[in-house]
């Protein structure tokens, strides 16, 4: 009899072991959030699976700016004015304050001839938006580029375009509005 009653205190034990790590592996599961990354031929911008569809939703093979396209000088802005190297292209952050990391990436789709800015927002069900856009822009020498705000202010990205103007674009309202650095 005792036999009997051990074998479902143990299955019991054994049953629970395994739902414990099993809930501690999902709970230790690497969040999939958007990243800049320096590699080899320079910076990339990993967006999970959803957020790239958000992406290609509202702007079909979108191409983000090469690093390689900016000119010098503005190259040397961005970098003069972050704590780092900053990829110029793209950056990252909670920028509609719901605890998800977003991201922001400037470039072309086929077809249009603007240079356009994108937000992606990420959650539960990504959407992607265009912030803004530039009708002109000389493809082979960019002169706009993104950037976090360099005082550590959060929820907000720098759309710059050297040495003219610079847009603070915070989300306020369901939307990305923009303002003056100055202001």
């Known amino acids: 009899m005792t036999r009997s ?45 959803p957020m790239q569809q958000a992406l290609d939703s509202i702007a079909p093979g979108f191409r983000a700016v090469r690093a390689t396209s900016f000119r010098s000088d503005v190259s040397q802005a961005a970098a003069a004015g972050s704590s780092g190297m900053p990829a110029a292209f793209a950056a990252v952050g ?9 991201a922001v990436v400037e470039g072309t789709a086929p077809g249009d001839s603007a240079l356009r800015v994108i937000a992606i927002r990420n959650g539960a069900h990504p959407t992607a938006v ?27 990205f720098e759309v710059v375009d050297y040495p003219d103007s610079t847009l603070v674009y915070e989300f306020r309202d369901g939307a990305f509005a923009g303002r003056n650095a100055g202001s």
Do not use: Q, W
């Open 94 to 102: 909670d920028y509609d304050h719901d605890g998800t990391v977003d």
């Open 5 to 49: 009653r051990t074998r479902p205190i143990v299955s019991c034990l054994t049953a629970l072991a395994v739902m414990s790590a099993v809930g501690l592996a999902a709970c230790g599961a690497k969040v999939d959030d958007p990243r800049v990354e320096l590699t080899d031929v320079g910076f990339a911008l990993h967006l999970p699976p």
């Open 130 to 156: 265009e912030v803004t856009r530039f009708p002109v822009y000389d493809a082979d020498a960019v002169g706009v580029y993104l950037v976090n705000p360099p005082d550590g202010t959060t929820g907000a």
